[in-house]
């Protein structure tokens, strides 16, 4: 059953344990088929089935995740959500000013101060204490209250109910103890404690906020690749009205039709996809590709939304809607894979699901412990036990906020897909960073991987025929064909004569050539086995011949009528500058490399030979590539295939992690899970490079989180208290907590600074 799908907003989650609860009010909303939800992005994919009103299902799945206690919008434009999550950092910010400023006189306030007197028989010092906390916990830290109660009623918990507990624990204990003098039927338990945890509430609130806001700057920053790449595409173009008086007229892009002409001036940005129709000028790529170096760009050659003209001026015949450039498809692209969800995050988001209960349990269970332990008292650094189990209770629930967890895979997964946008590495599933970093063997295409794809005809062999007859039958096969040959074979034709036979019935057989009807006589074009699947007879001699051609380098293509065998072509590709170095920094890498290529033994071992790859599978047919790539796959190889041909595309499908150049062929970019816009083979090791560095990342994302957890826990609940008489402040749980968050993001920060192999 096909589905639907779209996107919201939703604000207010902190913690992996939000994630999860978001998930499941959604699914629980009728007629949604799967949820996956986003921390950092803050956005949630909803999967429904095509049957359903999809008004309905939005409007209902939105009501459930308000009542959760989170916020839920319709997916506005980029822009406006750039700006509204700026908007909260101010706001955020001037929470956090108020709790950080009255944070050292509470300290100083509960812990320090000598006592000031009595005010109407309350202690002036504790009566200042609550003054100042008050505005604290009920302005600063009101949001964790609210969404708290909200979750609770939805059935859920999250960090919010963690920290409203925690907080609300202290400051009603502190109150109680402070206003115990005014308060008759108060039980003797207050009245007759003396500590307070004024500043472990101001602590937590301003240390979780503080945390908070850190994050949420970090989650701009790691998203700027995105953003970036939005901002280079211009909301205005020059749209030409009357060409040969050459008038103008500025329009929005998104209203300007295909086949229409716009201008573009010295230092404007390319603002559609098209075909340069007068000018010749130079553009800076860098900012889609990584290529340092500008490319020159004249009539009939193909230019991009978001690219630079550095010189002259262009006239340009559009070919995409703007929603349908280059540029509007890579920041698809990486929106779709910063969305996705990795199996290893589907882990965390369950274990987090459950984490937030079972600390409330634990914390529960400390402070009754602490508090009915008759031996406490000869280790118990405050005055009661009733003192010590709140203490032991807030600091439990404050350090196990699972925030970390949350912000562990997803931050990472953000910075790795945004730099890789950057350089021309665009990742098109999240499952293959994952699978990127087990990769051990690569299997490389020969033709348009590492080669440039772009043949040129080198000599022609005659049998019994003209130059001009053999390539017009050639071109007249050709003429319709995608295959990089094509091009070289059009274009020596063209260059001999204009005349070309009218062919009937052509046909393409997979891994063999063309075949077609010329008044009545079958021509082809194409390898040996398709010359033998026609009936043509080839001399031992002429085989030879053959033979000796491929062992130069160059491909080979037959021409035949009838039975008749008038010649063959010869094109020779050029290996790109980069494969070599490619191929040796992989080898460096360590990995094993393995050309797979339908093309002649001879000619393949020819290029393999030249850029250092000594195993070489030739004359494989497409569906036999991904046959290859699963034999591999059972010797126990991990495989990255690249490639760029419709020949390719099941062989991408089958492999591990499938690497595209962005040249290649439509479908070969859609079976990919890595297209490489430079069409570089050296951007393929950078690619998986890129995908073992986040990795990395994300594994000690989830050590450190862990780690954090299996320590702090224990230290809040005071098992180390007897043996070493340490435990855990609220203030201190409150700063780990948030220390541990920040780390994270900062650690899946560093992945800004990736570069790619160049040199």
């Known amino acids: 059953m096909s589905t639907e799908s779209f996107v919201l907003e939703v604000t207010g989650m902190t913690c992996a344990s939000c994630v999860s609860s978001v998930e499941k009010v959604a699914l629980g909303a009728g007629n949604v088929e799967s949820v996956s939800v986003n921390l950092p992005l803050q956005r949630a994919v909803v999967n429904t089935s095509s049957q359903a009103d999809l008004a309905s299902v939005k ?72 003054i100042g906390t008050a505005p604290v916990y009920f302005w600063a830290g009101w949001q964790f209250h609210s969404n708290a109660w909200k979750a609770i009623r939805s059935g859920s918990a999250n960090m919010d109910v963690l920290i409203h507990l925690g907080t609300s624990v202290g400051f009603l204990w502190s109150s109680l103890v402070t206003l115990s003098p005014l308060l008759d039927a108060i039980p003797s338990v207050f009245s007759s404690s003396s500590h307070v945890f004024f500043d472990g509430v101001v602590f937590i609130i301003g240390f979780v906020l503080l945390g908070n806001w850190m994050e949420a700057g970090a989650k701009l920053k790691a998203t700027d690749a995105v953003h970036g790449l939005m901002s280079l595409q211009p909301k205005q173009a020059r749209f030409v009205t009357d060409e040969s008086m050459g008038h103008t007229d500025m329009q929005r892009v998104d209203s300007i039709p295909i086949g229409s002409l716009i201008k573009v001036l010295l230092g404007e940005t390319i603002p559609l996809d098209g075909v340069v129709h007068q000018g010749k000028v130079s553009i800076d790529t860098s900012m889609m590709t990584g290529e340092p170096y500008p490319v020159r760009r004249k009539e009939g050659e193909e230019v991009s939304a978001g690219t630079l003209v550095l010189d002259g001026t262009l006239l340009i015949r559009t070919t995409h809607r703007s929603k349908d450039t280059l540029l509007a498809r890579i920041i698809h692209l990486v929106e779709e894979a910063q969305m996705g969800k990795a199996p290893i995050q589907r882990l965390v988001d369950r274990v987090a699901s459950i984490f937030v209960p079972v600390v409330v349990g634990m914390a529960i269970l400390a402070a009754m412990f602490w508090l009915l332990y008759p031996d406490s008292a000869s280790y ?102 995608t295959h990089p040959l094509a091009d070289a074979i059009l274009t020596s034709w063209s260059n001999v004569t204009s005349a070309r036979p009218e062919l009937t019935e052509i046909q393409t057989l997979p891994g063999l050539g063309m075949i077609g009807d010329h008044g009545g006589a079958l021509v082809a074009i194409g390898n040996i086995e398709l010359m033998d699947e026609v009936g043509v007879k080839i001399s031992d001699d002429i085989l030879e011949k053959i033979s000796q051609a491929a062992t130069r380098g160059v491909t080979v293509v037959l021409v035949s009528q009838g039975l008749k065998l008038l010649g063959w072509i010869e094109a020779r590709d050029r290996i790109r500058e980069s494969t070599e170095r490619a191929v040796r920094k992989a080898k460096q890498a360590g990995y094993e490399i393995i050309m797979l290529t339908g093309d002649r033994k001879e000619a393949a071992e020819t290029v393999a030979k030249e850029v250092g790859i000594v195993n070489v599978v030739a004359e494989v047919k497409p569906d036999q590539k991904a046959e290859h790539v699963r034999e591999l796959q059972e010797q126990g190889r991990n495989v990255a295939m690249i490639g760029d041909g419709i020949n390719d595309a099941a062989a991408l499908s089958a492999a591990n ?50 780690a954090y957890n299996v320590v702090g826990i224990p230290l809040a609940m005071g098992v180390t208290l007897p043996f070493t008489g340490v435990l855990l402040p609220p203030a201190f749980a409150a700063a780990a907590m948030s220390l541990s968050s920040v780390s994270v993001v900062a650690n899946s920060l560093v992945l800004r600074w990736w570069s790619p192999i160049r040199e």
């Not at 293959?432 to 040129?456: C, F, I, M, N, Y």
């Not at 080198?458 to 130059?467: F, R």
């Not at 393929?684 to 050590?703: E, K, P, Q, W, Y």
Request: hydrophobic content about 50%; charged content about 20%; aromatic content about 4%.
């Open 59 to 130: 409007k209902n799945v939105i009501a459930a995740i308000k009542r959760s206690g989170f916020g839920a919008n319709e997916q506005r434009e980029r822009s406006m959500m750039i700006e509204n999550a700026r908007k909260d950092l101010r706001v955020q910010s001037r929470k956090v000013v108020l709790a950080l400023v009255m944070a050292l006189p509470t300290l100083y306030l509960s812990m320090l101060a000598k006592d000031f007197g009595e005010f109407n028989g309350v202690n002036t010092r504790l009566l200042l204490a609550l």
């Open 380 to 481: 118990n650094p405050m005055n009661s036990n009733s003192e010590l189990a709140v203490m032991v209770l807030v600091s439990t629930l404050v350090i196990a906020c699972p925030c970390a967890l949350g912000l562990a895979t997803p931050t990472a997964l953000i910075a790795g897909t945004g730099v890789g946008a950057r350089h021309g590495l665009l990742i098109k599933g999240i499952e293959a960073l994952e699978q990127a970093h087990k990769v051990d063997t690569l299997v490389v295409d020969k033709t348009g991987t590492l080669t440039s794809g772009k043949p040129r005809v080198s000599h022609i062999e005659l049998l019994d025929c003209e130059v001009k007859e053999i390539l017009s039958i050639a071109a007249s096969l050709e003429a319709e064909s």
């Open 657 to 706: 992690v499938g690497i595209a150049m962005g040249a290649g062929s439509d479908i070969a970019v859609d079976a990919a899970d890595f297209v490489l816009l430079r069409n570089d083979l050296i951007d393929a090791v950078s690619s998986l490079d890129l995908g073992r560095s986040t990795m990395r990342r994300i594994r000690g994302n989830l050590r450190w989180a862990f």
